[in-house]
């Protein structure tokens, strides 16, 4: 049976979790005020970390969709399996969209694997066509 858990975790860009207040977390990003308002929205909406956060048998993932990092999410994949909760809330941050519950945890990881796809996360760099003659005009030789 895993602890009562009421504050966030936070899964970053490298896999790692973190607790929302982890002095480690706040020397990594030494540029992030750990006062004020809700840190884990912050890092979420910013940095495109997870946040997951568990009381009893419900949990809940809050994400960004067009900025979340696929190895935060992967971490918060393994997090929500080991969890195993009864229902879990996917909260959308920075975005005018509805939170979701699922009613379980492979349910949650199905539809966030479904909502992230949608999503290109790759971002597009706007090129030109030319002809192969006018590339070879503009080709260096190196000795």
Known sequence: MHPRQTDWLLF???GATWAARAPGLLRRLPDLDPSGADLAARVVRDLGFVAGRSQGCNAAIRLRLPLVSEVALAAAFYWLADHNPRRVLIDFTGERRPAEVCTCAGA???????????????????????SVDRLASTVVAVR
């Open 108 to 130: 949650a990881i199905a539809r966030l694997i479904e909502l992230t796809r949608q999503h290109n996360h790759r971002v597009s760099v706007p090129g030109k066509q030319h």
């Open 12 to 14: 970053d860009d490298r």
